[in-house]
């Protein structure tokens, strides 16, 4: 069974970075794809980034230009760096690995965006 650890979430004013990691209890290059979902209060859980095991990136529109996602396999580890955070990006934010076959999620950590 494979675990994974979000942290580096909390509390940010409108304008500021914060960057979340995801620790793996595995390697990860076994993972095809990993990435990032976030899930605000009265909302469905919504994608925002994934890294495939070839280091392909892709992004929700809604994040684009201010997000990065990168992993670092000898960590054991995916990041999401988050700039210019906005009051909308508040949420709980996931992370997931995916073989093709299983799909494996972390338990997520606060983001909350506020002057």
């Known amino acids: 069974q494979v675990q994974l650890v979000e942290s580096g979430g909390g509390l940010v004013q409108p304008g500021g970075s914060l960057r979340l990691s995801c620790a793996a209890s595995?390697?990860?290059?076994?993972?095809?794809?990993m990435g990032w979902y976030r899930q605000a209060p009265g909302r469905q859980r919504e994608w925002v980034a994934t890294?495939?095991?070839?280091?392909?990136?892709n992004y929700a529109d809604s994040v684009k230009g201010r997000f990065t996602i990168s992993r670092d396999n000898a960590k054991n580890t995916v990041y999401l760096q988050m700039n210019s955070l906005k009051p909308e990006d508040t949420a709980v934010y996931y992370c997931?690995?995916?073989?093709?076959?299983?799909?494996?999620w972390g338990r997520g950590t606060q983001v909350t965006v506020s002057s």
């Open positions: 595995r390697t990860i290059f076994g993972f095809r794809r």
């Open positions: 997931n690995a995916t073989t093709g076959v299983s799909d494996y």
């Open positions: 890294i495939s095991n070839g280091g392909t990136t």
